[in-house]
């Protein structure tokens, strides 16, 4: 047999593997409210070469690919057990029983790390909580996919409704538009599922998700217990309002809590989830997502200041161009977003750096910075520049953002690419607040230069799903553990 016959008999084998444990990871998933991850990547309604592409992506991080063949026994461990919901991580699982010396079983060292999801210490299922879009734009649209997909056993988030405002013609015109709008989307490409339409009660079905469309033209015009709405928390996509008066007009009869996802200003508190979400206070009802900048820099800040102490910094976001800018030259209140957007780099400012202390309040050191948008569509790369509290080596630093992506809390915040020829659009769905680029990292003592890549647009809506699932009480825990 030759080499090429070896190896693709070898793929086959996989493939098998990988269709065996789709109807596990699904019924973990339908019947008890688990989400199987492999090194922070949901493998929930994911295909067979989705499973195996996501096995072999873990050499960039851990220098070696994982193969089903190692994962499988962890996985089938798990349907002996009786969990409750949580998310559980097979890649770490393997990865820690490893480097355990105790000569446990799978079957073993399994129970044992998810003791906490088992048995009397598990938590039970909650009753689904509602969801109220407010807005249905790039970002709105972006995190109705995202509940949609996290429906799963209908325990968690439930969206119930979109407001929007009429945009002219008949209703059904609108309604379709919108919910083609929710089917295709030229970067992040086809809805996995279905969509239909029901112009009678103006409602959105999206994979047996009913979303009723409420069009308003101010909060004040909506009555939300009307459509059986109660204890929803509402996501403002507009950006209209950022301030604590003007979203506590959200603050309706069926409407509990109003997460913003752009930055807040005065009392409004920025959140950045792996950082200081668990510092929201359980009868705070006002919150900020913080931007897309701010949630792709502060993690690795955080990482870094952690392990070395940061004595200043500055953040240069080269940052792709958005609906706030013009298509071609126009009038426009900022001057320079008034040029066109595909055609130009455009400086323009970013408050992410003047963000950083309301998210890290510790952080003793001054960041500034500023940006420059490009004509690409979405992905942006954030360049930190930082003066450390001691020297350091580029190998020492990279070996500590990867363990961080790795195995700490910041790891679904916080990713790792060693690949030699990473552009922009290779990042295009990632899930992470932020990609370390290894090879561009530069350190010489205590300087440090790292480039950050971010999907503006996704990794952002993922970002404040897990912000809003921390609020609602469905951010189930981990196993393994993290390291703290």
Known sequence: MTVNDDSFTNWKNREEIAESMIPIIGKLHRERDVTVLLHSRSLVNKSVVSILKTHRFARQIAGAELSVTETLPYLRALTTLDLGPSQIDIGMLAATHRGDDRGLTVEAFTAEAVAGATGADKIESRSGRDVVLYGFGRIGRLVARLLIEKAGSGNGLRLRAVVVRRNGGRAADDLVKRASLLRRDSIHGQFQGTITVDEASSTILANGNAIKVIYANDPSEVDYTAYGIRDAVLIDNTGIWRDREGLSQHLRPGIDKVVLTAPGKGDVPNIVHGVNHDMIKPDERILSCASCTTNAIVPPLKAMADEYGVLRGHVETVHSFT????????????????RSAPLNMVITETGAASAVAKALPDLDAPITGSSIRVPVPDVSIAILSLRLGRETTREEVLDHLRNVSLTSPLKRQIDFTTAPDAVSSDFMGSR????????????????????????????????????????????????PAPAA
């Open 323 to 338: 609906n706030d800018q013009n298509l071609l030259d126009n009038y426009h209140k900022a001057d320079r977003r008034g």
């Open 432 to 479: 992470h607040a932020s990609i370390v680029d290894a090879g561009a990292t530069k350190v010489d003592g205590d300087n440090a230069i790292l480039y950050l890549w971010y999907d503006n647009e996704f990794g952002y809506s993922c970002q404040v799903v897990r912000v809003v699932q921390h609020v609602t009480g469905v951010e189930y825990p981990t196993y």
